[in-house]
């Protein structure tokens, strides 16, 4: 192997490097805006705030109102 074949397989290697790279920050910031707790669970855990005083009714509905627009 000289010098020219070791200069191709160095370019190859970086743009595969840097073309991985791209795709997993695109995963990564895909994967960060989701919402890992299902809507059901949100809504329970609402409830229970508002049954125990912790929320008034009008910020129970405004959450509920909220989690039904995304």
Known sequence: MDSADF???AMLMFWASAAGG???AIIWAKRRN???V???L???SLKKRLEKGEISQEEFDRRIEALSGE
Do not use: A, D, H, K
Request: proline content about 7%; charged content about 20%; cysteine-free.
């Open 38 to 40: 299902s809507r059901e």
């Open 22 to 24: 791209i795709l997993l």
């Open 34 to 36: 989701s919402n890992p």
């Open 7 to 9: 200069g191709i397989w």
């Open 42 to 44: 949100l809504v329970r």
